[in-house]
């Protein structure tokens, strides 16, 4: 389907992002892109836009196929990219550097891949925290990178997918949750967003889960 970028077409993208990502992460990342698409079938405008719901289901596929495009650099290059660009690192990301390749991704879609979409750099730039009240397009890409197909198997996983499609506000707080408890479990930092996010989402919480 359409790639929203000013430079390549949707076969470079995929050529590019072959060359950049293992293959696993290449995999995933088709993951989400696709079940982006479906979740913005789901929820997005197509009923009453002018275009169908078009752009914006091309919105998805791009943010999804994009989002981990930082993910698999060497420490190196992700350093002089970052410097490069400027991309101002919290002690968290400095210390945590796999936690660099949100902001850097949404970097890299705009000088790499010729995004210039704010809305998909954004939905890049959050994929992995989350962050309180956030657009559909920003909430679909951060959902679609936890239920995607080729995702290791949670307890947790089958009634997300279910509940995503009908309420997908409910999905984000279970997904928030599942990735705190996740954190705690393994003592890893937590990302102030995603706190923030959380607090947020609990609004939408079932009560007998909160
Ligand atoms: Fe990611
Ligand atoms: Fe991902």
């Not at 293992?22 to 982006?36: K, Q």
């Not at 101002?88 to 945590?96: A, S």
């Amino acid at each position: 389907m359409q790639v929203l970028s000013e430079k390549y077409t949707e076969e470079e993208i995929l050529k590019k992002l072959r060359k950049k990502l293992d293959e696993r992460r290449y995999i995933h990342s088709i993951g989400v892109a696709h079940t982006a698409v479906s979740l913005m079938m789901a929820h997005g405008h197509g009923r009453v836009a002018e275009d169908k719901g078009l752009r914006e289901l091309s919105m998805a596929y791009t943010a999804g196929l994009l989002h981990d495009c930082a993910k698999c650099l060497e420490d190196d290059e992700r350093d002089h990219l970052c410097k490069k660009y400027k991309v101002e690192l919290t002690p968290i990301e400095q210390e945590h550097p796999y936690l660099i390749h949100a902001k850097l991704g949404a970097v890299l879609a705009k000088e790499k891949y010729g995004v210039t979409d704010p809305q998909i750099l954004s939905a890049i730039r959050y994929h992995t925290t989350g962050y309180e009240n956030m657009t559909l397009l920003e909430a679909i890409v951060f959902s679609a990178d936890f239920i995607e197909p080729n995702r290791k198997m949670l307890d947790c996983l089958p009634w997300i997918r279910a509940e995503i499609y009908q309420n997908l506000q409910k999905a984000v707080y279970m997904i928030l949750k599942q990735t705190l408890i996740h954190l705690e479990h393994r003592g890893q930092p937590v990302d102030e967003n995603s706190l923030k996010a959380f607090e947020y989402y609990k609004q939408f919480a079932d009560p007998s889960v909160l």
